[in-house]
Every structure is written in C-alpha cells, then in structure tokens.
C-alpha cells in the first residue's frame, strides 16, 4: 500500500516537472537554446531511471511517451528559428527582404 502510494507520487512529480517545461517551451520562457538543452538532458536522465518501470505501468509509458516527445520539442532548431522570428506577416517579410534585393523591395 505505502509502495502504491510512494510511486503515484513520483509519477505525479515527474509529470508536474514535464507540464511546468512544456508550459516555458509554449511561453517561450527559455532564455536561450542552451537552457533548452540543458533542460532537455535533465528530462533525458530522469526518463532513464523511469524507464525500467514504464514497461509494467500504463501511466509511466504515457509520462516517459511524453517526456521523450518534450524532449525533441526542446531540441527543435526550427521551433526556436519559428518562436525568434515572431508573427507569420513579420517572417514573410523577414523571406522577402532575404529573396529580393534591396533595391527593388524598397522602391
């Protein structure tokens, strides 16, 4: 019964910690793509010593199922590159200034 108890308890943890990282991912709270990462190996080492207990526990599948899906989130250049260059009317003038010259754009 304790053992019961002590598990859902680091499976709530666990996935507290992972919504709490989705939550700054999808805010775009992260100072810099380096934090990114640094937060994305830390979630990597703890999904390792999950691992062993997901095989035979439902939920621990779906938490380290989710886990691994931040992780590649985090580690997507082209989410940061998406996230820097803010609304689709800037980054359509961000890919016009870059195609045509200058001149021409200007004018």
């Known amino acids: 019964m304790a053992t019961d108890t002590l598990h859902n308890r680091i499976l709530s943890y666990f ?6 990282a989705r939550r700054q991912l999808e805010a775009g709270r992260f100072e810099s793509f380096r934090e990114q990462v640094v937060v994305g190996r830390r979630i990597a080492a703890a999904l390792e010593l999950l691992a062993p207990y997901a095989q035979g526990d439902c939920r621990a599948q779906k ?9 590649r989130e985090l ?3 082209r989410e940061v590159i998406r996230r820097r260059s ?3 009317h ?4 961000i890919l016009i200034s870059q195609v045509m010259p200058a001149e021409s754009y200007l004018h």
Do not use: H, W
């Not at 996935?15 to 709490?20: G, K, L, N, T, Y």
């Not at 800037?90 to 003038?93: A, G, I, S, V």
């Open 15 to 20: 996935e507290d910690e992972i919504d709490s």
């Open 86 to 88: 803010g609304t689709p």
């Open 63 to 71: 938490l380290v199922n989710s886990g691994e899906t931040l992780i």
């Open 90 to 93: 800037k980054r359509q003038l």
């Open 75 to 77: 580690l997507s250049v």
